[in-house]
């Protein structure tokens, strides 16, 4: 049994409610033992350093001084939680009288896909598998914070990452190789200027059905809810028909791995992965 | 401080030294190749060109850069920073820029982006964590705009994607109160 703490982030507990249930439900059946940091609270996201990178710095350092407190590695399936706490850490390390609080870089942070790739999983997962995704062609989409930037992240290959892809292979399922994986969707400007995002879904939307994906595959809250949630309204204004369903990897395991509430977590989409998944005779 | 910062400052450019001190950042550095608004997917929406937004700063033209929207619409994706030759973190110094706009005398070269943050700030010092819900309705309340959206976020409630309220949490509030008590009196210096 594999113990990690878990922070869910804000979104976790909201719009990407699916993703958490997941992640608890595919660590379950992979024998991880989550435990939720108590008392976590918000890491400041990209409103706190575009105002103050103090502040940032000290919203971020509280959570990270929490789960300082116990020996185990700290998992964040949000890529701006990660992103942030990732800044703390390298701030602590590298001007440690400019933080404050009770942290001092001592606990490994883990983003959630990285560490659903590491190999020891992977071969669990082999093991575990109840059914391969075989035929099932899926755009893996890192976005931009997940893999960048390497001085913070450590991916080496930032400008074509594959540890999603030999995820996606473990699962049985078809990776196809397009050339927007790491392209950032706008999401921070989703509320302020919907415009620029609509413009960037296109891009990645064409780009991921060119590529012939059946579905794109993320771990990202922000990406997730933001290309999957405007298909419709861009249709209107482009003319174009997308319905490509935007999954969560850890769903995509868990159907691999046979959990029973995956029904559950996909019927929260707004673009419906039913249908493919059907077709597919994956349901 | 690198020896291409402590050059910028005796050069008597205070807006550049200004912003190389606060960003860590060697802005003379850059020589135009202008690889960072190449990748850069929203350059097309851009005032100003990250690559021209050193320039401006190498100039010294403080309410050029401290207007524009660049410094606003910049998502923070790093492209800019990975692809830079000369190792400029270039998302870094947009951070670095936001920071000196809302504190000097110009007003924000976008409208709804300040305010979004602001909102979220204030959702994050009052209630510990971002409820959803609770940061639409304020930044709504404070732009006006009502319906943008208001179908779409009909549907996500449907879908069981909106939580009405927020979990109750007390734990972290007050700490994370001090937090911005403490940053508030530093920035009021």
Same mark, same amino acid.
């Given at each position: 049994?594999?113990?990690?703490?878990?922070?869910?982030g804000?979104?976790?507990?909201?719009?990407?409610?699916?993703?958490?249930?997941?992640?608890?439900?595919?660590?379950?059946?992979?024998?991880?033992?989550?435990?939720?940091?108590?008392?976590?609270?918000?890491?400041?996201?990209?409103?706190?350093?575009?105002?103050?990178?103090?502040?940032?710095?000290?919203?971020?350092a509280?959570?990270?001084?929490?789960?300082?407190?116990?020996?185990?590695?700290?998992?964040?399936?949000?890529?701006?939680?990660?992103?942030?706490?990732?800044?703390?850490?390298?701030?602590?390390?590298?001007?440690?009288?400019?933080?404050?609080?009770?942290?001092?870089?001592?606990?490994?942070?883990?983003?959630?896909?990285?560490?659903?790739?590491?190999?020891?999983?992977?071969?669990?997962?082999?093991?575990?598998?109840?059914?391969s995704?075989?035929?099932?062609?899926?755009?893996?989409?890192y976005?931009?914070?997940?893999?960048?930037?390497p001085?913070?992240t450590?991916?080496?290959?930032?400008?074509?990452?594959?540890?999603?892809?030999?995820?996606?292979?473990?699962?049985?399922?078809?990776?196809?190789p397009?050339?927007?994986k790491?392209?950032?969707?706008?999401a921070? =400007?989703?509320?302020?200027? *919907? @415009?620029?995002? /609509?413009? &960037?879904n296109?891009?990645? #939307?064409?780009?991921?059905?060119?590529?012939?994906?059946?579905?794109?595959?993320?771990?990202?809250?922000?990406?997730?809810?933001?290309?999957?949630?405007?298909?419709?309204?861009?249709?209107?204004?482009?003319?174009?028909?997308?319905?490509?369903?935007?999954?969560?990897?850890?769903?995509?395991?868990?159907?691999a791995?046979?959990?029973?509430?995956?029904?559950?977590? =996909?019927?929260?989409?707004? *673009? @419906?992965?039913? /249908?493919? &998944?059907?077709?597919?005779? #994956?349901? | 401080?690198?020896?291409?910062?402590?050059?910028?400052?005796?050069?008597?450019?205070p807006?550049?030294?200004e912003?190389?001190?606060?960003?860590?950042?060697?802005?003379?550095?850059?020589?135009?190749?202008?690889?960072?608004?190449?990748?850069?997917?929203?350059?097309?929406?851009?005032?100003?060109?990250?690559?021209?937004?050193?320039?401006?700063?190498?100039?010294?033209?403080?309410?050029?850069?401290?207007?524009?929207?660049?410094?606003?619409?910049?998502?923070?994706?790093?492209?800019?920073?990975?692809?830079?030759?000369?190792?400029?973190?270039?998302?870094?110094?947009?951070?670095?820029?936001?920071?000196?706009?809302?504190?000097?005398?110009?007003?924000?070269?976008?409208?709804?982006?300040?305010?979004?943050?602001?909102?979220?700030?204030?959702?994050?010092?009052?209630?510990?964590?971002?409820?959803?819900?609770?940061?639409?309705?304020?930044?709504?309340?404070?732009?006006?705009?009502?319906?943008?959206?208001?179908?779409?976020?009909?549907?996500?409630?449907?879908?069981g994607?909106?939580?009405?309220?927020?979990?109750?949490f007390?734990?972290?509030?007050?700490?994370?109160?001090?937090i911005?008590?403490?940053?508030?009196?530093?920035?009021?210096q």
């Open positions: 049994m594999k113990e990690v703490s878990y922070y869910p804000c979104s976790l507990h909201g719009t990407a409610r699916e993703y958490d249930d997941s992640i608890r439900g595919v660590s379950k059946l992979l024998d991880i033992q989550l435990y939720e940091l108590e008392d976590w609270t918000c890491c400041g996201a990209s409103s706190a350093h575009c105002t103050d990178e103090k502040l940032a710095i000290d919203l971020a509280r959570n990270l001084g929490l789960a300082e407190k116990n020996d185990r590695d700290l998992l964040v399936p949000c890529v701006a939680c990660y992103s942030r706490f990732k800044a703390a850490e390298k701030e602590v390390k590298e001007h440690p009288e400019k933080v404050h609080l009770s942290y001092h870089g001592n606990v490994p942070i883990r983003y959630a896909l990285d560490f659903f790739c590491d190999d020891g999983i992977l071969e669990e997962v082999k093991k575990k598998r109840a059914k995704l075989s035929g099932l062609k899926v755009a893996c989409y976005g931009c914070l997940t893999v960048r930037p001085k913070m450590g991916v080496r290959e930032y400008e074509n990452p594959q540890h999603m892809d030999r995820l996606m292979k473990t699962l049985g399922a078809d990776p196809v397009w050339c927007y790491t392209d950032c969707c706008g921070s =400007l989703v509320m302020t200027r *919907t @415009d620029i995002v /609509k413009k &960037l296109d891009r990645l #939307l064409s780009m991921a059905m060119e590529a012939e994906a059946d579905c794109l595959v993320t771990g990202c809250p922000m990406c997730q809810a933001n290309l999957d949630t405007r298909q419709g309204e861009l249709e209107k204004e482009t003319g174009k028909r997308y319905n490509l369903p935007i999954l969560y990897f850890t769903e995509l395991m868990g159907l791995l046979g959990h029973k509430d995956v029904r559950k977590w =996909l019927h929260r989409h707004i *673009t @419906d992965p039913m /249908k493919i &998944l059907s077709a597919k005779g #994956l349901m | 401080m690198t020896e291409l910062n402590a050059r910028e400052n005796q050069k008597a450019n807006f550049l030294s912003v190389a001190q606060a960003s860590g950042e060697k802005i003379s550095a850059c020589f135009q190749c202008q690889k960072c608004s190449a990748g850069c997917p929203i350059a097309y929406a851009m005032d100003v060109l990250p690559n021209q937004m050193l320039r401006h700063i190498q100039y010294g033209h403080r309410e050029k850069v401290l207007t524009s929207n660049t410094i606003w619409i910049c998502a923070s994706c790093y492209t800019c920073s990975v692809r830079c030759p000369n190792n400029i973190d270039i998302a870094k110094i947009m951070d670095t820029l936001r920071a000196l706009a809302v504190h000097s005398e110009f007003k924000p070269g976008e409208k709804d982006i300040p305010i979004f943050h602001s909102a979220f700030l204030d959702t994050i010092k009052s209630r510990g964590r971002i409820h959803e819900l609770s940061l639409i309705l304020q930044f709504k309340s404070k732009t006006k705009d009502f319906f943008k959206d208001a179908a779409l976020g009909w549907k996500m409630y449907r879908k994607k909106i939580k009405l309220l927020p979990s109750k007390c734990g972290g509030k007050k700490e994370v109160k001090e911005f008590n403490a940053f508030e009196k530093g920035a009021r």
